[in-house]
């Protein structure tokens, strides 16, 4: 599976560009501001229907334009099948997501067709962040080779709106029937056990790759470990949710659920947020992003794009090699990098012996 064609109309810095890229290895160099990373994210948007880095759609239209749209050509298999995908949006109406031409109703039916592994600078915020950015890490992974996971996480936030609406509602003195409180708690005790279940199975499968990923960019000189954090591991949801009933009413928020659920991430036994150095917490980071991408592609039975956006800094010559070479075998597809310094990027890819196609970007 490759991406041969992106076309980009107002999206960003871009008012009208094209790219044909090779099925191999493809960099993207120029200067900080030239639009490098923005076409990463133009291509995470046609494989998950979103921005990489805004959750608002509507920030991602040119600057004084009135709408954004951003085109490309995918093949699948060996027989050159093609897939045009299109995302687009007009300032101030929805944005719409076609398949050849036809509209998708719901994003979700797309997600997983065209799976996609982005690291990025922001990724720094797995290790030091709240724990909503490493749910969503878990969530943005299985979302992607099962649907039924998906679908149960979409009617699980559905039904802690609810929820949370009705404590609310509460709490400023509004009725609500004793009946309504089993209703919802009994929903989202289904669906977030489901939920768990299917966490806990990831992170069984997720530790082992990337313990080996780990070790191979570090030559195993540190001991890490990645656990699972949730008040599900000792006691049912169902049975959660009636113990803090009164606690939420007066938060007005619903406060257990998977939805509170973390990962403890530890280097030599103490958290890598705390001692890992910034070349420690990248491999980290690189570590999870190959681990998902070994996941996804053990799954789905095919391999996601490779989006690297600036991941040199902070990466000696060492271990920036070892990437290389790994992400360019046979194991890994159609990969995409970005860096600034043209001359640095041919430098790494001469000595591992891999050819690369090379993009200008300028401001």
Sequence with gaps: MY??????????NYEETEFDFS????????????????????????????????????LNIRHDSAFFSIAGKFHLGQDDNSDDVFVGMKAGQKKIVKRNQKEYQRFSEH?????????????????????DERRKLMDSIISQYDHLYLENLVNYNKVLQQRNALLKQAGKGGYVEASMWQIWDEQLATYGTRI?????EFIARFVPVFNRYYAYLTDDSEQVSFGYESKLHNEPLLDLLQKTHS???????TSVGVHRDDLELLLNNYPVKKIGSQGQQKSFVLAVKLAQ???????????????????????????????????SNDTFGQLFITDTAEEHIRGVFERINVELKVFKCEK
């Design 3 to 12: 991406l041969s064609r992106l076309t980009l109309f107002n999206f960003k």
């Design 247 to 253: 606690r939420d009413l007066m938060l007005q928020y």
């Design 23 to 58: 099925p191999g290895a493809n960099a993207l160099t120029g200067a900080n501001g030239s639009g490098k990373t923005n076409v990463l994210d133009a291509i995470h948007y046609l494989c998950l229907c979103k921005s990489y880095f805004h959750s608002t759609d509507s």
């Design 111 to 131: 997600i997983g067709l065209l799976p996609v592994v982005m690291v990025a600078p922001i990724d720094q915020e797995l290790i030091t962040g709240p724990g």
């Design 293 to 327: 991408f070994e996941l996804i592609k053990e799954s789905s039975g095919v391999k996601p794009f490779l989006l690297l956006d600036d991941i040199f800094d902070k990466l000696d010559i060492h271990r920036i090699t070892r990437l290389m070479e790994l992400v």
């Design 196 to 200: 768990y279940e299917a966490r806990k």
